[in-house]
Structures are given as structure tokens and as C-alpha cells.
């Protein structure tokens, strides 16, 4: 997985194995091979110029005897291990250190989430495992197929939640979604819902008729549910790469999307996309879809991720 990210970092280390000092003509040959890299997987040049330039700034003039903690002792790292730790901490640092995931609201209240995005990019889908991932967490769940303009994806999302054990909210085909989600709400607070994921149209977003309506959900959701919808969650194509951070202006306009769910994460993305939305967007990343299985999808861990990319401690 990322292999196009993480060949960049293991030519790095490489080009630093063996050398007592983290000369700045070191640092600059290793940089190189991680720009080259990082541009590839689709990460904004602002982004690899703004991340370079830090890495390098703490890095030279580093020597071999840096010491570190580990197991409750200190020991001896290399320049190369050292810079490899350094990348990772800054990446860490740029997308937000912690696991992610929906925030439930206190008290048993039923938490709303809404769920925006373009045709394709597997927002139905998105939601079906997110059900499963909470069900088989204890949680209880209320789907709503608020895309009556497409019945397809209204008779999908009714699939998913028979397959997952989750009753689904379904409207008649062309029937005003706001309506679907005041309806939805009510059932989540009449039924004790811990969690309610709402699917909302994804058609193209630069009609405007879309952006009005999505914004009548988002009102018709607050009134249904006290305080919703509590997240906005724009799931973006991670194979799109920067298509999919430009995609997301709309939605923002829009909604007050308050986070970002990524699917297609796995050996088909290059996933700079990662790193370009944490520091363009200012998003936390909820969840990532690593695959194609119902378990495949994950809430986001930023050091995970890196252990990925730097296979470090």
C-alpha cells in the first residue's frame, strides 16, 4: 500500500545510511528523492515545498549520536533513523495526531450525520459499512436514503442496511429528500437512535439547484434532531487525487462539512490526496475505505498512517 509515497522515504534513508552528519548537501539529495516521491502521490507542491522545508530546517547538522528513549533506556540512532523519525513526527503533525471517527453526542441523544458527495465516489456504499463498523460496536442505527431522485440508489442503500441488520428511512422516488430526513429525524428520536447516517443527492456539483437543496437538508435535519446534523461528512475518491480536494468547494459552500471520509485508501490510490486535504482543507479525516470487503474501512489514524509510509516505531 502507498507504495509510490514510501519509495521516496527508503531512498532517503538510504542516501543517509552510513554518515556521521546531516550535512545540508545531504539533506538535499534525500529531500530530492522524497520530492520527486511526494509529487507523484499526487500531494500539492505547496504542501511538499511547505513540508520540505521544515523537515530540512530541523534536520541539519544533526550527528549519530542522537539519543533516543526506547523501552525505558536510551539509545544510539543513526542519522538515518533519526531523519526517518523526523519526517514521521512532521506528517503526524500536519494531518492531527489521534484516531478518528464519529464524536457521539452525551446522554443518549441521537447523533445526525450527513453524508455529501459526487455520483461515483461511494457515499452508499460509505455509509453501509459505517453502519456495520458501529452496529457491531453496540451502537443503534437509523439510515436515511435521502436521494430520491435516484432510485437505484435508494433501493442500494435499503440493501446495505438489510445486509447489515439496520432498518433504512426510504422515500417514494422524486419525493422532496428534505421531507425524507424530518421524517428520519423524528423516527431517530422516537426509536432512541444512537446514530443516524443520512445519504443526501450527489449529482454534478456544479448545478446549483444541488447546492439549495442540500443546503434545505441541512436546515430540515437541525429541526428534526436537536443540534443536527452534528457531523458533514464530504466522502472524497482518494484515486481523484487533487480532482478530489477541488471538488470539495462546492460541497463546503454548501454545508458545513466538518470532516472528510476517503474511500478507495488502498493499492489502487497513491494517497498524497491524505496530506493535501489535512493542510489545504483543515478537515479532520473520519474514516478512510481501504477496500473492497464490508470490514474494510477504518476510522483514520494519522500515526498509523505513517507507520505505513516509514514502517518506524
Not at 4 to 9: Q, W, Y
Not at 18 to 44: C, F, H, M, N, Y
Not at 56 to 61: D, H, L, T, V
Amino acid at each position: 500500500m502507498f507504495e509510490v509515497l514510501t519509495k521516496g522515504f527508503r531512498s532517503a534513508r538510504a542516501r543517509l545510511s552510513g554518515k556521521q552528519v546531516i550535512t545540508e548537501t545531504a539533506i538535499d539529495e534525500a529531500l530530492r528523492d522524497i520530492r520527486v516521491s511526494l509529487l507523484e502521490a499526487d500531494v500539492a507542491l505547496h504542501v511538499v515545498n511547505a513540508f520540505l522545508a521544515q523537515v530540512k530546517e530541523k534536520a541539519i547538522g544533526e550527528v549519530v549520536q542522537v539519543k533516543a528513549k526506547k523501552d525505558g533506556r536510551k539509545v544510539e540512532i543513526t542519522p538515518a533513523e533519526h531523519f526517518v523519525k523526523l519526517c514521521n513526527d512532521e506528517l503526524v503533525a500536519l494531518m492531527g495526531a489521534g484516531e478518528r471517527g464519529i464524536e457521539f453526542e452525551p446522554g443518549g441523544r441521537p447523533t445526525a450525520v450527513m453524508m455529501v458527495g459526487l455520483h461515483g465516489t461511494g457515499k452508499t456504499t460509505t455509509i453501509g459499512k459505517m453502519a456495520h463498523f458501529y452496529k457491531n460496536r453496540g451502537k443503534k442505527l437509523l439510515l436515511a436514503a435521502g436521494d430520491t431522485y435516484r432510485a437505484a440508489g435508494m433501493d442500494q442503500l435499503a440493501i446495505w442496511g438489510e445486509r447489515v441488520g439496520v432498518p433504512v428511512v426510504v422515500g417514494k422516488p422524486g419525493q422532496d429528500p428534505a421531507s425524507v430526513m424530518f421524517d428520519a429525524g423524528k423516527q431517530a428520536l422516537e426509536q432512541g437512535v444512537d446514530l443516524l447516517i443520512a445519504d443526501t443527492a450527489g449529482r454534478l456539483h456544479t448545478n446549483v439547484n444541488l447546492v439549495d437543496e442540500l443546503k434545505k437538508v441541512h436546515r430540515v435535519l437541525g429541526k428534526a434532531v436537536p443540534g443536527g446534523p452534528h457531523e458533514v461528512l464530504l466522502l472524497l475518491d482518494s484515486t481523484m487525487g487533487q480532482n478530489a480536494v477541488r471538488q470539495a468547494d462546492v460541497f463546503r459552500q454548501a454545508v458545513d462539512v466538518t470532516g472528510i471520509a476517503l474511500a478507495k485508501l488502498d493499492g489502487t490510490a497513491k494517497g498524497g490526496v491524505v496530506l493535501s486535504i489535512a493542510r489545504d482543507m483543515g478537515l479532520p479525516i473520519r474514516f478512510v475505505g481501504v477496500g473492497e470487503g464490508i470490514d474494510d474501512i477504518r476510522p483514520f489514524d494519522a500515526k498509523e498512517f505513517t507507520r505505513a509510509l516509514f514502517q518506524v516505531d
